[in-house]
């Protein structure tokens, strides 16, 4: 059976800090995996996407970037976090073609 | 602008009765999931049906593609069912991007 891990669960940072998340698929080839965010109290964003190992696409504009290492793994990261980047990053999976997207359990992210 | 728009954003019932939630998606939908939303905010797969109808246990979905809209029936709802429902399109195929709506929120009191 698949299964997904992201961490940390939680973290509190400092505005202009660095962050790295990480999401990793266990059980799964090539999958193609996403990052989403979600504002307290507001819609998921798709953030990035990857369908292949070094290849990242950026869906939405934030400060920050992803990297793909190893085909389990995907890495959320930005030099320098804001206010705004506070919220809940979810990692996500899915085969090729199919319908289904699974998620991970998330990471919430307090700046202040 | 908008894509999903799901209704009501909020709705309370009493253990039991039915819930009704709507979705509404201003593109064509090559693929259409809905999802719960735990309060802890993970989220977790419920059916997904870009047509027709879908029945997976106590719940069903009705996707009128060319109309753009979907329904999700929860039947003899549960404390536990209580949490936020959410709608999300594909708007082609391999476009790899979901788009969300806002989720209804769902309430079910004993």
């Known amino acids: 059976a698949q299964t997904i891990h992201q961490w940390p669960v939680a973290e509190i940072k400092a505005v202009g800090s660095p962050l790295s998340l990480g999401c990793t698929i266990k059980?799964?080839?090539?999958?193609?995996l996403y990052w989403y965010w979600q504002a307290t109290g507001g819609t998921l964003q798709q953030l990035f996407y990857s369908i292949t190992v070094g290849q990242v696409e950026s869906v939405v504009q934030l400060n920050l970037s992803a990297s793909r290492p190893k085909d389990d793994q995907f890495i959320l990261s930005t030099e320098k976090l804001l206010l705004s980047h506070s919220g809940f990053y979810l990692c996500?999976?899915?085969?090729?073609?199919?319908?289904?997207?699974?998620f991970g359990s998330g990471t919430r992210l307090t700046v202040l | 602008g908008q894509q999903v728009q799901q209704s009501p954003s909020s709705l309370v019932l009493q253990e039991g009765e039915n819930a009704e939630l709507q979705c509404n998606f201003s593109?064509?939908?090559?693929?259409l999931q809905w999802f719960y939303q735990s309060p802890g905010g993970s989220l977790v797969s419920l059916l997904s049906n870009p047509s027709g109808t879908k029945h997976t246990g106590r719940l069903t979905s009705t996707t009128v593609t060319k109309e753009r809209r979907s329904s999700l029936h929860i039947s003899s709802s549960q404390t536990t069912d209580s949490g936020t429902y959410l709608c999300a399109i594909e708007v082609a195929t391999g476009y790899q991007n979901f788009y969300f709506g806002k989720g209804t929120s769902l309430t079910v009191i004993p």
């Open positions: 996500a999976w899915r085969d090729w073609g199919a319908e289904t997207l699974y």
């Open positions: 593109s064509t939908a090559t693929q």
């Open positions: 059980g799964k080839s090539s999958p193609n």
